[in-house]
């Protein structure tokens, strides 16, 4: 299967402070998805995007599956926004189950 | 909609002790998974199913089995609980390959004492 790697590994950040996090894969990649798990533990579907760019109000996500990367845009953060993100997709060989990244810590302090 | 629901929340198990995690969704959606998910670390799956009456391992089966005979339920049994089983179990369902969408339960808090 692929492989996923998500940068930066950790990040803290100052309320209202704009971060990219990153997500290469080690071939072209489908049903690329980025997930929220916050601190109680539980996993939010952020964006489902094989292709192009989504918003969803301060968040925004771009993928370009043929260059094997998706970024994950967050503008003026929140303390809300701490946890982890995760990035997860399928290769083009025919499976359907997702790999997922080891995630992104992020935290913002007030 | 109540989504992917998993039971129970908590549980406490001592070593040799089995019992079953539930989950339950009410998309309709053809494909459901189990993952663990160990502290500070990323999601392994356990197993998959891609329909009724199909399943599949996945990267760390051993020391679990599941069944899938409809497409609502998708329980993950626990045989003989170890240690190493201690870990915060999720279960996910997505509507298929194609549109692979993950929608995730709240999770399964376990530890093996």
């Known amino acids: 299967g692929i492989q996923v790697e998500q940068s930066p590994p950790d990040l803290i950040l100052q309320e209202g402070a704009n971060s990219t996090l990153r997500c290469n894969f080690s071939?072209?990649?489908?049903?690329l998805q980025w997930f929220h798990q916050n601190p109680w533990g539980q996993l939010i579907n952020l964006f489902y995007?094989?292709?192009g760019t989504k918003q969803n109000g301060r968040l925004s996500a771009t993928t370009v599956a043929t260059e094997r990367y998706s970024l994950l845009y967050i503008s003026s953060s929140q303390t809300t926004d701490s946890g982890v993100y995760f990035c997860?997709?399928?290769?083009?060989?025919?499976?359907?189950?997702?790999?997922f990244g080891r995630g992104t810590s992020l935290i913002v302090h007030p | 909609n109540a989504g992917v629901t998993q039971t129970p929340k908590f549980r406490i198990l001592k070593i040799g002790q089995s019992m079953t995690l539930q989950c339950t969704q009410d998309?309709?959606?053809?494909?459901m998974y189990w993952y663990r998910q160990d502290p500070g670390m990323g999601l392994k799956l356990i197993y998959y199913?891609?329909?009724?009456?199909?399943?599949d391992k996945g990267e760390v089966p051993n020391g679990y089995n599941v069944s899938r005979s409809t497409t609502e339920d998708f329980p993950l049994r626990l045989e003989l609980a170890a240690p190493s089983q201690t870990s915060v179990y999720f279960c996910?369902?997505?509507?298929?390959?194609?549109?692979?969408?993950?929608?995730f339960g709240s999770g399964t808090r376990l530890t093996v004492v």
């Open positions: 996910a369902s997505s509507l298929s390959g194609m549109d692979g969408r993950y929608t």
């Open positions: 071939d072209s990649v489908n049903n």
């Open positions: 995007i094989p292709s």
């Open positions: 997860a997709g399928t290769g083009s060989g025919g499976s359907y189950i997702p790999t």
């Open positions: 998309m309709n959606h053809n494909y």
């Open positions: 199913s891609v329909g009724a009456g199909i399943t």
